[in-house]
């Protein structure tokens, strides 16, 4: 740890500067990227299951422009996630012991499929459920939606994207517990809070019906157990970890 200690105001600020800069170039790189896989990814979306009974359409001349930058954006942050990762992981590194780093560091692969299977949950799993039940309520109104190509992706996004970054909370919670910030009996004793805020979250990501709200609750409420059974293992190490340091010390040092 003694690096990160020694390391003066300037140098960390000049440490989180390449680490940005090293960032952005690989965003520039993905976005060059994306630009080739859009296209094809936006048709397949269009032709897939869940769309292949909607007529997309555009009410603005710019809808098609829009939809296509937005899944550029989209990818270009999928495909630097992992280095976005890696920089924040080699930013830090320094003030943790050698065991923390290379455990940490296994978070970044974790991390990157979780965020995939949140994506594949909620598209493969919730997505066609709402879509089915938004057709079936407008059949039952006797309204006929006309889809725009624009809002169908922005729903599509709002309701995928959000289950991405929530799946991150098993590592999220472990990580924090590897560096003494929370602590498995503290999250046990918010969890009638944190239950509250999974519930409302849950309300603004799906529409108002009760099977799909508990659709999205209950594994919000899985991932938040789980993400305490992880705490608990993450701090026993932790503990282990410190007491072993100063069994060391106390052996080189029995004065």
Do not use: C
Not at 79 to 105: C, D, H, M, N
Not at 205 to 215: C, E, G
């Amino acid at each position: 740890m003694s690096q990160q200690n020694d390391m003066t105001i300037f140098e960390h600020i000049g440490e989180l500067r390449k680490r940005l800069i090293i960032v952005v170039v690989f965003f520039f790189v993905a976005v060059i990227i994306s630009f080739f896989l859009s296209q094809p990814l936006i048709r397949f979306l269009q032709h897939a299951d869940e769309a292949s009974t909607l007529t997309m359409n555009a009410f603005r001349i710019t809808d098609p422009f829009k939809v296509y930058m937005q899944m550029i954006f989209f990818l270009a942050i999928i495909l630097t996630s992992p280095v976005i990762l890696f920089q924040l992981w080699a930013f830090i590194s320094p003030g943790l012991y050698e065991r923390e780093r290379k455990v940490t560091l296994s978070y970044i692969p974790v991390s990157v499929l979780l965020f995939l299977a949140g994506l594949s949950f909620s598209y493969f799993i919730l997505f066609p459920y709402v879509i089915k039940f938004m057709m079936n309520l407008s059949g039952h109104l006797e309204i006929h939606q006309v889809i725009g190509i624009n809002e169908y992706f922005q729903f599509l996004f709002q309701i995928t994207i959000p289950f991405g970054f929530l799946f991150q909370l098993p590592v999220v919670t472990l990580f924090l517990t590897r560096l003494g910030i929370v602590t498995p009996m503290f999250l046990a004793s918010i969890r009638k809070y944190a239950y509250f805020v999974l519930l409302v979250i849950a309300a603004f990501i799906t529409p108002p019906d009760l099977a799909s709200h508990m659709m999205v609750t209950v594994p919000l409420l899985i991932l938040y157990e789980i993400s305490i059974g992880i705490s608990r293992i993450g701090y026993r190490k932790a503990m282990e970890a410190e007491r072993m340091l100063e069994e060391q010390e106390h052996e080189s040092n029995p004065l």
